[in-house]
């Protein structure tokens, strides 16, 4: 068989040089299960050896689906979409996949059916769903009947482990809180998520499991609500500093929220950690810029959105890639003794 007009290699030639059929090369190519390590690399070598490209365009009509991953999400987070972005784009690095982002709206009735346009329009090669939207069951239904692979995120376990990777928020928050009470405090404030987010109802179990732990008893006139901003941050702060007596130190359900907490102890005149400590809980940049940096508990987005992404390009590799991630209090300047 001769090579392509251009004189590149083709899919033909590396089959002939290896002594394997067309799909057997197709399959090395397409990362598919189906085949023994022996095949998979004598065929890789010889690739390796003529220096063959495979034509995406080719392959993504042979397998009726773009080399693209999407990403659909509603979070005010910026910050967490960054960081899930950048753990994406780590695993696709030096292939020919690249990221496509939809933020949708999951409070509108029409939701799925955007979603379906989406997935439809664009024959995704697999979708990564982003909390809330990814507690959505019919979300998730709707990507099985439309044969698009998909990884749910979450701060608890959602599905298989095929379909999710999880953290364990409710934990790490409890821990996040205990470490406040070591340090002497027993009024402590904290600042809720959003309404319908899982992660912001198992981190506010996590601190009331704190208090229940260390016998502490609740108080609703130092617990507020937040949306997962800096504004609002600023806001449930002004409202817990405004109590009495208020409290020594707060935690707050991100670092956003928690940078706003600091910008209100602020205008109160209040030093931190001396006169207030604070813990947040994310560790995005924001974390470590403001002063003084901030004690918070390092949630590892990259590394879920890096092994929810291989996932979905890579079968061979996904068996390997774990399900459940843990997070961890990472020690700065923002928590002093009560």
């Known amino acids: 068989m001769k090579k392509a007009k251009d004189g590149k290699p083709t899919i033909n030639d590396v089959a002939r040089i290896a002594g394997v059929s067309k ?53 005010p987070n910026a910050q967490m979409v960054l960081g899930v972005q950048e753990g994406i784009l780590s695993a696709i690095r030096d292939t020919e996949f690249a990221l496509v982002v939809r933020p949708v709206n999951r409070r509108s009735p029409d939701m799925l059916d955007d979603v379906r346009a989406f997935l439809e329009q664009q024959r995704l090669f697999g979708v990564m769903l982003l909390p809330p939207i990814s507690e959505n069951d019919a979300l998730a239904d709707l990507c099985e009947d439309l044969g698009v692979t998909y990884v749910r995120m979450g701060s608890v376990r959602l599905d298989d482990d095929e379909h999710m990777v999880a953290s364990n928020d409710r934990e790490a928050v409890a821990r996040a809180v205990a470490y406040l009470v070591d ?41 507020a609500e937040g949306n997962y901003t800096f504004e609002t941050g600023i806001a449930a702060g002004e409202k817990l500093l405004a109590a009495s ?45 403001i002063w003084p940096p901030l004690t918070t508990v390092r949630w590892p987005i990259q590394a879920m959105a890096k092994a929810a992404a291989i996932k979905l390009i890579d079968p061979a590799e996904a068996r390997r890639q774990p399900s459940h991630f843990l997070s961890d209090l990472i020690e700065r300047a923002s928590v002093g003794t009560a």
């Open 245 to 289: 007596p208020r409290p020594t130190a707060i935690f707050a359900s991100n670092d956003e929220m928690a940078a706003g907490v600091l910008h209100a102890a602020r205008k109160k005149g209040l030093s931190v950690p001396e006169d207030l400590s604070i813990v947040g809980f994310d560790d995005t940049a924001i974390a470590a810029h």
């Open 23 to 75: 799909k057997t090369v197709s399959r090395v190519i397409n990362r598919s299960p189906l085949l023994n390590e022996a095949t998979r690399e004598k065929v890789e070598a010889v690739i390796a050896e003529l220096g063959y490209v495979p034509n995406p365009q080719a392959r993504a009509l042979a397998l009726r689906r773009n080399f693209l991953i999407g990403l659909i999400h509603d979070n």
């Open 183 to 223: 340090h002497g405090h027993r009024r402590i404030g904290f600042v809720a998520g959003p309404d319908g987010f899982r992660s912001a109802a198992e981190r506010a179990s996590g601190y009331v499991d704190a208090l229940e732990t260390a016998g502490i008893k609740q108080d609703a006139t130092i617990m």
